[in-house]
């Protein structure tokens, strides 16, 4: 680790006191990237953790417990940087010496106006004109997405929300059910990932499809499938916002991002940071095979028509 850090000509600072511990980190190496690749032509860059303490500003930093924070570190933030291959290396620093000395070479970002990047990462990218792209499954988790599919001709992911924290912009069960009928018909084989926050068994479903848990917990995995799948049905949200900054830039249909009675899901919300609210492609470096549906009355026939058209 020393090494790399001793060879990166580009540093960059994380700073889990100012930013969150979140899906929204991808942005964050997004901007990253294509602030060094502006600045010295180089898009490669050493990264630095700083995890001394944590930010406790929205709804649910306020109920994490340390256990929670915790597991976000090394089961979501850590394995994220596993798949940045504009990442010569990284460290997590438990010390808040990086913060009190800061070195006037690293990049240090802060989360602002509670945009969560996104606004930083737009301005950069109109300012550079750089692809934002940047997160690459590893070939052992392809191959392993590879077996998982068992050869199916036309695999389709799953991944809608079923989330213990504010259930309210949860997928409901049943349409579930209706998008899983619709495209088995249609010739697709359904493989479901499960939110990490509750155990959604397939019996439960009452639907012929595979539920494949260890997605859930295995991020590189997760990118592989929907690398490999024909086409991705995903809830808005993070790691939505993950696997469409892939370099492979996957099929992928959105259902249901705005929720107007949700704060952080209200058009309000998503316009302040820059989205182009009820666009196909609402961000400028969205391709056209990745559809967004923004009526929250969208139909199983509606989302399975969408998933056809890819």
Not at 114 to 135: Q, T
Not at 170 to 195: C, H, M, W, Y
Not at 198 to 215: F, G, H, I, M
Request: net charge negative; proline share 6%.
């Amino acid at each position: 680790m020393e090494t790399d850090k001793a060879n990166a000509g580009n540093s960059v600072v994380y700073d889990l006191s100012r930013s969150p511990i979140t899906f929204d980190f991808v942005h964050f190496l997004a901007y990253a990237r294509l602030s060094v690749a502006s600045a010295t032509g180089d898009a490669t860059f050493f990264l630095s953790i700083i995890a001394d303490r944590w930010r406790n500003i929205t709804p649910r930093e306020v109920q994490y417990s340390l256990n929670d924070r915790l597991w976000r570190l090394h089961n979501l933030i850590i394995p994220i940087c596993g798949v940045t291959p504009a990442l010569l290396g990284f460290e997590v620093i438990l010390s808040n010496h990086l913060r009190a000395t800061p070195n006037d070479s690293r990049v240090v970002v802060h989360c602002e106006n509670a945009n969560y990047m996104m606004r930083s990462l737009l301005d950069m990218f109109h300012r550079s004109g750089f692809d934002p792209h940047l997160f690459a499954a590893p070939e052992i988790a392809i191959q392993r997405a590879k077996s998982l599919f068992c050869g199916a001709a036309k695999p389709l992911i799953l991944a809608l929300r079923n989330s213990t924290f504010e259930k309210e912009r949860n997928t409901p069960t049943q349409l579930i059910r209706s998008i899983t009928r619709e495209l088995t018909s249609a010739g697709f084989k359904v493989f479901l990932i499960p939110d990490q926050e509750s155990y959604l068994s397939k019996e439960e479903l009452d639907l012929d499809a595979t539920v494949l848990y260890e997605a859930a917990y295995n991020l590189p995995l997760r990118l592989a499938l929907h690398e490999q799948a024909a086409v991705s049905i995903c809830s808005g949200g993070g790691p939505t916002m993950f696997v469409s900054l892939a370099v492979t830039k996957p099929n992928i249909i959105v259902v249901n991002p705005m929720q107007p009675d949700i704060r952080i899901s209200s058009p309000e919300f998503l316009m302040a940071q820059g989205y182009d609210v009820g666009h196909e492609q609402p961000l400028p470096w969205i391709p056209k095979n990745q559809m967004w549906l923004w009526n929250p009355d969208s139909s199983a026939e509606t989302i399975c028509q969408a998933a056809l058209s890819l």
